[in-house]
Protein backbone atom coordinates (compact mmCIF):
# COMPACT_ATOMS: atom_id res chain seq x y z
CA UNK A 1 0.00 0.00 0.00
CA UNK A 2 1.66 3.13 -0.94
CA UNK A 3 1.55 5.90 1.56
CA UNK A 4 0.47 9.29 1.26
CA UNK A 5 2.43 12.31 2.37
CA UNK A 6 0.14 14.20 5.27
CA UNK A 7 1.17 17.23 2.97
CA UNK A 8 -0.76 16.11 0.45
CA UNK A 9 -3.90 14.74 2.13
CA UNK A 10 -3.95 18.90 3.40
CA UNK A 11 -3.93 19.59 0.02
CA UNK A 12 -6.45 17.24 -1.12
CA UNK A 13 -9.14 18.00 1.47
CA UNK A 14 -8.59 22.04 1.25
CA UNK A 15 -8.94 21.69 -2.07
CA UNK A 16 -12.15 19.86 -1.72
CA UNK A 17 -13.57 22.18 0.64
CA UNK A 18 -13.19 25.10 -2.16
CA UNK A 19 -14.68 23.19 -4.64
CA UNK A 20 -17.75 22.66 -2.42
CA UNK A 21 -18.16 26.23 -1.72
CA UNK A 22 -17.54 27.34 -5.57
CA UNK A 23 -20.20 25.13 -6.16
CA UNK A 24 -22.92 26.56 -3.57
CA UNK A 25 -22.87 23.10 -1.40
CA UNK A 26 -21.63 23.30 2.51
CA UNK A 27 -19.26 20.03 4.01
CA UNK A 28 -22.47 19.32 5.96
CA UNK A 29 -25.66 19.33 3.62
CA UNK A 30 -26.06 19.75 -0.09
CA UNK A 31 -29.02 21.60 -0.83
CA UNK A 32 -31.50 20.41 -3.81
CA UNK A 33 -32.19 22.60 -6.93
CA UNK A 34 -35.54 23.81 -5.05
CA UNK A 35 -34.20 24.15 -1.32
CA UNK A 36 -31.39 26.72 -2.91
CA UNK A 37 -34.49 28.36 -5.63
CA UNK A 38 -36.19 28.72 -2.08
CA UNK A 39 -33.65 30.31 -0.26
CA UNK A 40 -33.18 33.04 -2.88
CA UNK A 41 -36.86 33.70 -2.80
CA UNK A 42 -36.62 33.97 0.87
CA UNK A 43 -33.87 36.23 1.81
CA UNK A 44 -33.85 38.67 -1.47
CA UNK A 45 -38.24 38.55 -1.78
CA UNK A 46 -40.05 36.95 1.09
CA UNK A 47 -42.49 39.31 2.08
CA UNK A 48 -42.86 40.26 -1.55
CA UNK A 49 -45.81 40.08 -3.79
CA UNK A 50 -45.90 36.82 -6.24
CA UNK A 51 -44.33 38.98 -8.88
CA UNK A 52 -41.02 39.47 -7.25
CA UNK A 53 -40.77 35.86 -6.27
CA UNK A 54 -40.96 34.94 -9.62
CA UNK A 55 -38.31 38.13 -10.89
CA UNK A 56 -35.89 36.76 -8.59
CA UNK A 57 -36.29 33.05 -9.76
CA UNK A 58 -36.27 34.24 -13.14
CA UNK A 59 -33.12 35.86 -12.40
CA UNK A 60 -31.64 32.84 -11.45
CA UNK A 61 -32.41 30.77 -13.89
CA UNK A 62 -30.99 33.90 -16.41
CA UNK A 63 -27.60 33.57 -14.64
CA UNK A 64 -28.02 29.07 -14.83
CA UNK A 65 -28.48 29.80 -18.74
CA UNK A 66 -25.62 32.41 -19.59
CA UNK A 67 -21.82 31.18 -19.38
CA UNK A 68 -20.82 34.29 -17.14
CA UNK A 69 -22.51 32.28 -14.32
CA UNK A 70 -22.33 28.87 -12.75
CA UNK A 71 -24.67 26.34 -14.67
CA UNK A 72 -26.77 25.16 -11.50
CA UNK A 73 -29.44 26.85 -9.37
CA UNK A 74 -27.73 26.01 -6.30
CA UNK A 75 -23.96 27.42 -8.24
CA UNK A 76 -25.55 30.76 -9.10
CA UNK A 77 -27.48 31.49 -5.35
CA UNK A 78 -24.08 30.27 -3.35
CA UNK A 79 -21.70 32.56 -5.86
CA UNK A 80 -19.64 34.46 -3.27
CA UNK A 81 -21.30 38.26 -3.29
CA UNK A 82 -24.03 37.92 -5.60
CA UNK A 83 -27.15 37.72 -3.32
CA UNK A 84 -27.83 38.47 0.07
CA UNK A 85 -25.06 37.39 2.70
CA UNK A 86 -25.15 33.93 4.40
CA UNK A 87 -27.86 32.63 1.67
CA UNK A 88 -26.59 29.36 1.95
CA UNK A 89 -25.81 28.98 5.37
CA UNK A 90 -28.15 31.39 7.38
CA UNK A 91 -30.71 29.16 8.82
CA UNK A 92 -34.50 29.13 7.17
CA UNK A 93 -37.28 27.60 8.77
CA UNK A 94 -39.34 25.92 6.52
CA UNK A 95 -40.00 27.71 3.35
CA UNK A 96 -43.68 29.51 3.68
CA UNK A 97 -45.80 27.77 1.07
CA UNK A 98 -45.98 30.95 -1.84
CA UNK A 99 -42.14 31.06 -1.67
CA UNK A 100 -41.99 27.25 -1.97
CA UNK A 101 -45.30 27.17 -5.04
CA UNK A 102 -43.32 29.82 -6.59
CA UNK A 103 -39.91 28.25 -6.48
CA UNK A 104 -41.31 24.71 -7.68
CA UNK A 105 -43.05 27.49 -10.75
CA UNK A 106 -39.95 28.64 -11.71
CA UNK A 107 -38.15 25.58 -11.77
CA UNK A 108 -40.85 24.15 -13.49
CA UNK A 109 -40.48 26.98 -16.61
CA UNK A 110 -42.10 29.81 -15.43
CA UNK A 111 -41.05 33.47 -15.89
CA UNK A 112 -42.02 36.54 -14.75
CA UNK A 113 -42.95 38.28 -18.67
CA UNK A 114 -41.13 41.47 -18.66
CA UNK A 115 -37.79 39.89 -17.23
CA UNK A 116 -36.71 39.21 -20.21
CA UNK A 117 -33.01 39.08 -20.51
CA UNK A 118 -32.21 40.73 -16.80
CA UNK A 119 -29.77 38.66 -14.44
CA UNK A 120 -29.70 41.60 -11.74
CA UNK A 121 -31.59 43.09 -9.08
CA UNK A 122 -31.69 45.48 -6.64
CA UNK A 123 -33.42 47.05 -3.47
CA UNK A 124 -36.03 49.66 -5.48
CA UNK A 125 -35.30 52.59 -3.69
CA UNK A 126 -31.79 52.38 -4.07
CA UNK A 127 -30.27 54.43 -6.80
CA UNK A 128 -26.64 53.97 -8.55
CA UNK A 129 -24.89 55.97 -10.72
CA UNK A 130 -23.65 53.90 -13.67
CA UNK A 131 -24.95 54.24 -16.93
CA UNK A 132 -25.19 50.57 -18.34
CA UNK A 133 -28.50 49.69 -16.34
CA UNK A 134 -31.62 49.06 -18.63
CA UNK A 135 -34.29 48.29 -15.97
CA UNK A 136 -37.00 46.11 -17.06
CA UNK A 137 -38.89 45.86 -14.15
CA UNK A 138 -39.78 47.28 -10.37
CA UNK A 139 -41.76 44.08 -8.85
CA UNK A 140 -41.66 43.12 -5.18
CA UNK A 141 -39.33 45.79 -3.77
CA UNK A 142 -36.83 44.96 -6.40
CA UNK A 143 -35.81 46.88 -9.23
CA UNK A 144 -34.61 44.28 -12.21
CA UNK A 145 -31.95 45.50 -15.27
CA UNK A 146 -29.85 43.81 -17.45
CA UNK A 147 -26.18 45.52 -17.84
CA UNK A 148 -25.88 46.96 -21.37
CA UNK A 149 -23.62 49.12 -23.34
CA UNK A 150 -24.79 52.80 -22.14
CA UNK A 151 -25.86 53.78 -25.65
CA UNK A 152 -27.90 50.61 -25.87
CA UNK A 153 -29.46 51.62 -22.50
CA UNK A 154 -33.22 53.10 -22.83
CA UNK A 155 -34.50 52.86 -19.06
CA UNK A 156 -31.90 54.46 -17.73
CA UNK A 157 -34.47 54.62 -14.13
CA UNK A 158 -36.61 51.76 -12.95
CA UNK A 159 -40.24 52.49 -14.25
CA UNK A 160 -43.31 52.43 -11.48
CA UNK A 161 -44.04 49.14 -9.90
CA UNK A 162 -45.92 46.29 -11.58
CA UNK A 163 -47.47 43.73 -9.95
CA UNK A 164 -50.27 41.29 -10.60
CA UNK A 165 -48.66 39.61 -14.09
CA UNK A 166 -47.80 36.00 -12.88
CA UNK A 167 -50.91 33.70 -12.13
CA UNK A 168 -52.39 32.24 -9.13
Aim: aromatic share 8%.
Amino acid sequence: MTKIPHSRLRLGAVLASALLVLTGCSMFHRHTELECMERAMYFEANRSSRDGLIAVGSVVMNRVQSNQFPNSVCGVVGQKGQFAPGIMTRRMDKAPPQVREAARAVLRGERHPLIGNAMFFHTAGHRFSYDNMHYVLVAGGNAFYEKRKNYLVTQPVPPRPIEGMTGR
